[in-house]
């Protein structure tokens, strides 16, 4: 076991073994390693971490942006990245070993879905297992659909591709009803049918499922509509399901792969335990075949696809998936409550504000266009307020006057973030108000 250093400014490593006290992980006021959330503030986390979460923006500004969880990292996974270290297993890889089986077991438990391990390669992350099988099979100038708004790294990859990108937005509503209003949404398969009926149609869609930025978990009888439909019209569909991990207690994930395969569509899924235990850093994912078929266009992945993943991410995620369910589940606990928590904040200090609850992943899509501070509420937030937050028009159609934030993190960081906020709004407001009164 690493000691902890004695400099209040040393990262913590969490103790795997019972050596002395610690805090019990399934406090309120702690992280799911059971870290004060007092050790894992802005300003700590600024000194401790080098990741673009804590240097992009300057000091004065609470970062909510990205990713990235402010949360420990879990013992075992923290004991199996030091642990390869220690032995110096620091090589390549030929493939997936042991994570292949530990995966399935995993998905099995937690979806039912029965993966042959076979059919389980690697990728150095879930960029590069969607962005490679594309180059396998959609040719060039081919035209690959998204389903927006959605992750604004879709847009990055594809443009990696000779492809050309069609945007089929959401149907997304707002239900004024709910306190504070809610935002619901689902995928259009009337539009996506046209769009895969047209001429020229549509060679691949790339799923976000569960859907970022909404959190949004796709129902069934939508994804098994979807698979109908890309057997109909020979689209290959790559589900990228990073998110599944984080599902929310007493919600459903529903993998697409068992029902491609059902439908006969051609269809891999991209997954990691990166978002899951935030391990994004180490470089390691699982490209998964939802048949023989499509695990031929697998085996045609150029080797480097393989060669670059770290050794050393794949043993967090075989860690992981394997041993770290109940950090997993602890992590559920805490980003529930914060999404319960930022629903009061919003309900009080953030009028005109609708918010779509996730019920999967630590993401919370905002939607400012009736707050009053204008069309670009990102820019407005993080000049005034100081506060970052995901740009809404970065997600495609559909995002505009929206924003995404991060509920990953210690529950005061939303209270502060929310704060800053609504001190923009209510002084935005109170401009509007006054105008208004002169004009009248």
């Given at each position: 076991?690493?000691?902890?250093?004695?400099?209040?400014d040393?990262?913590?490593?969490?103790?795997?073994?019972?050596?002395?006290?610690q805090?019990?992980?399934?406090?309120?006021?702690?992280d799911?390693?059971?870290?004060?959330?007092?050790e894992?503030?802005?300003?700590i986390l600024?000194?401790?971490?080098?990741?673009?979460k804590w240097?992009?923006?300057?000091a004065?500004?609470?970062p909510?942006?990205?990713?990235?969880m402010?949360?420990?990292l879990?013992?075992q996974?923290?004991q199996?990245?030091?642990s390869?270290?220690?032995?110096?297993d620091?090589?390549?890889?030929?493939?997936?070993?042991e994570l292949?089986p530990?995966?399935?077991?995993f998905a099995?438990?937690r979806?039912g879905?029965q993966v042959?391990p076979?059919?389980?390669?690697?990728?150095?992350?879930?960029?590069?297992?969607?962005?490679?099988?594309l180059?396998?099979?959609v040719?060039?100038?081919?035209?690959?659909?998204?389903?927006?708004?959605v992750?604004?790294?879709?847009?990055?990859?594809?443009?990696?591709?000779?492809?050309?990108?069609?945007?089929?937005?959401?149907?997304?509503?707002t239900?004024?009803?709910?306190?504070?209003?809610?935002?619901?949404?689902?995928?259009d398969l009337a539009a996506l049918e046209?769009a895969?009926?047209?001429?020229?149609?549509?060679?691949?869609?790339?799923?976000s499922?569960?859907?970022?930025?909404h959190?949004?978990?796709?129902s069934p009888?939508?994804?098994?509509?979807?698979?109908?439909?890309?057997?109909?019209?020979?689209?290959f569909?790559?589900?990228?399901?990073?998110?599944?991990?984080?599902?929310?207690?007493d919600?459903v994930?529903?993998?697409?792969?068992p029902l491609?395969?059902?439908?006969?569509?051609?269809?891999v899924t991209?997954?990691?335990?990166s978002?899951?235990?935030?391990?994004?850093?180490?470089?390691?994912?699982?490209?998964?075949?939802?048949?023989?078929?499509?695990?031929?266009?697998?085996?045609?992945?150029?080797?480097?696809?393989?060669?670059?993943?770290?050794?050393?991410?794949?043993?967090?995620?075989?860690?992981?998936?394997?041993?770290?369910g109940?950090?997993?589940?602890?992590?559920?606990?805490q980003?529930?409550?914060?999404?319960?928590?930022?629903?009061?904040?919003?309900?009080?200090?953030?009028p005109?504000?609708?918010?779509?609850?996730?019920?999967?992943?630590?993401l919370?899509?905002?939607?400012f266009?009736?707050?009053?501070i204008?069309p670009?509420p990102?820019?407005?937030?993080?000049?005034?307020?100081?506060?970052a937050l995901?740009?809404g028009?970065?997600?495609?159609?559909?995002?505009?006057?929206?924003?995404?934030?991060?509920l990953?993190?210690?529950?005061?960081?939303?209270?502060q973030?929310?704060?800053?906020?609504?001190?923009?709004?209510a002084?935005?407001?109170?401009?509007?108000?006054?105008?208004n009164?002169?004009?009248?």
């Amino acid at each position: 076991m690493a000691p902890e250093s004695d400099s209040p400014d040393a990262p913590r490593v969490v103790a795997t073994g019972g050596t002395g006290p610690q805090a019990d992980p399934s406090s309120a006021e702690t992280d799911p390693s059971g870290v004060p959330f007092s050790e894992l503030t802005p300003a700590i986390l600024r000194t401790q971490r080098t990741s673009l979460k804590w240097t992009r923006f300057s000091a004065d500004i609470l970062p909510l942006f990205v990713a990235e969880m402010d949360f420990t990292l879990s013992p075992q996974v923290q004991q199996a990245v030091i642990s390869r270290v220690l032995a110096s297993d620091t090589g390549y890889l030929d493939g997936p070993g042991e994570l292949a089986p530990v995966f399935a077991d995993f998905a099995l438990t937690r979806w039912g879905w029965q993966v042959d391990p076979s059919h389980v390669h690697l990728a150095t992350d879930v960029s590069c297992g969607i962005v490679e099988p594309l180059r396998l099979h959609v040719p060039s100038g081919g035209r690959v659909a998204i389903t927006t708004p959605v992750y604004p790294s879709f847009f990055e990859m594809l443009e990696e591709l000779p492809v050309e990108i069609v945007q089929i937005p959401l149907i997304q509503t707002t239900v004024p009803a709910t306190v504070p209003p809610g935002i619901e949404a689902r995928l259009d398969l009337a539009a996506l049918e046209r769009a895969f009926a047209d001429d020229p149609g549509i060679d691949a869609l790339v799923l976000s499922n569960p859907h970022n930025p909404h959190g949004l978990l796709h129902s069934p009888a939508d994804l098994a509509e979807l698979a109908r439909l890309a057997a109909t019209y020979g689209v290959f569909v790559i589900s990228d399901e990073i998110h599944a991990p984080l599902t929310h207690r007493d919600h459903v994930f529903t993998p697409f792969a068992p029902l491609a395969a059902a439908a006969g569509a051609l269809s891999v899924t991209a997954t990691s335990a990166s978002k899951g235990w935030n391990v994004a850093g180490l470089k390691c994912s699982v490209v998964v075949a939802a048949d023989a078929r499509a695990n031929q266009l697998l085996r045609r992945l150029p080797p480097e696809v393989t060669t670059r993943v770290s050794i050393l991410g794949l043993h967090a995620n075989i860690a992981a998936f394997r041993d770290a369910g109940d950090w997993l589940d602890r992590a559920v606990a805490q980003i529930e409550a914060n999404a319960d928590l930022l629903a009061e904040l919003i309900a009080d200090k953030l009028p005109g504000v609708a918010y779509a609850r996730p019920h999967a992943g630590y993401l919370a899509w905002l939607d400012f266009s009736q707050a009053g501070i204008g069309p670009d509420p990102f820019r407005r937030i993080l000049t005034e307020a100081k506060v970052a937050l995901g740009k809404g028009t970065a997600f495609g159609a559909g995002g505009e006057g929206h924003v995404r934030l991060n509920l990953a993190c210690a529950p005061d960081t939303i209270r502060q973030a929310v704060d800053r906020i609504a001190a923009l709004v209510a002084q935005a407001q109170g401009q509007e108000q006054t105008q208004n009164g002169a004009l009248s």
